[in-house]
């Protein structure tokens, strides 16, 4: 919260306050234009990012004060989603621990303090989003935030990774629960594993016995439709 008195600094300079697209808010040249507008030799290109900076600057002001306090909202949002998530994977109580050491921890420093972390915040809350989204069953969404928090910064494409993670420790789980059930405090077999969420999952289910990868068939489609973005901007695909 300290941060929101901060000035601008570094990459801010070029990025944010001397950038035109960021002052003039032409969303067309936004998403023509490479993340460094004058140097798309760094092959960077996040639309998304340079789109809220020149958002943030339009209802908040020129001034730093705005975009610092997006940042710590962005940030303070992104620990509600690790609570929501976690509670699937470790329950309420370990999920509240886990939100609260993402939120204090160090190494969120440079991303909040600085404004342009706010590539890494929006990317985390992409990811959060779509991780929560396919938890429920909800792949379609999901590869919409896949694709958005590609937009946001390049490691947004690492969510098909933690798409397979939890696949693979679900199918682990579930298969543990078929084959193996372990007695409760009460002496029976009914669930001791924190419950999974709601609805019609449509994940790859069991890896071993029923994989369904339909989903990863769209996951890779919307990966291609990025990078083919990217090129057609930059000139690069990586």
């Not at 697209?21 to 234009?33: C, E, K, N, R, Y």
């Not at 990317?123 to 792949?139: E, P, Q, V």
């Not at 594993?193 to 919307?222: H, S, T």
Request: proline share 5%; net charge negative.
């Amino acid at each position: 919260a300290n941060s929101t008195n901060n000035g601008f600094t570094f990459d801010d300079w070029p990025l944010i306050v001397h950038n035109p697209l960021v002052s003039q808010l032409d969303v067309g040249a936004i998403f023509s234009s490479p993340y460094w507008a004058n140097h798309p030799e760094y092959g960077l290109y996040r639309p998304l990012t340079t789109l809220s900076y020149a958002v943030n600057r339009l209802v908040l002001g020129e001034g730093a004060f705005g975009f610092h306090l997006v940042n710590v909202v962005f940030h303070l949002v992104n620990g509600i989603l690790v609570f929501y998530f976690l509670q699937f994977v470790i329950g309420r109580h370990g999920a509240g621990v886990g939100a609260l050491l993402f939120l204090l921890h160090p190494i969120q420093t440079e991303a909040v303090n600085s404004v342009v972390g706010r590539a890494e915040l929006l990317t985390a809350f992409c990811m959060l989003c779509g991780l929560s989204l396919y938890a429920k069953g909800r792949w379609v969404w999901a590869a919409v935030a896949l694709f958005f928090g590609c937009l946001c910064k390049e490691h947004g494409i690492m969510l098909v990774g933690l798409f397979f993670c939890w696949d693979f420790w679900k199918s682990r789980l579930l298969h543990k629960e078929g084959h193996e059930p372990e007695k409760n405090v009460n002496g029976d077999n009914s669930n001791t594993y924190p419950p999974f969420p709601k609805g019609d999952y449509r994940g790859m289910g069991d890896l071993e016995e029923n994989p369904q990868c339909f989903p990863y068939i769209i996951f890779v489609a919307v990966i291609i439709l990025y990078l083919i973005v990217r090129y057609a901007v930059i000139d690069a695909i990586l």
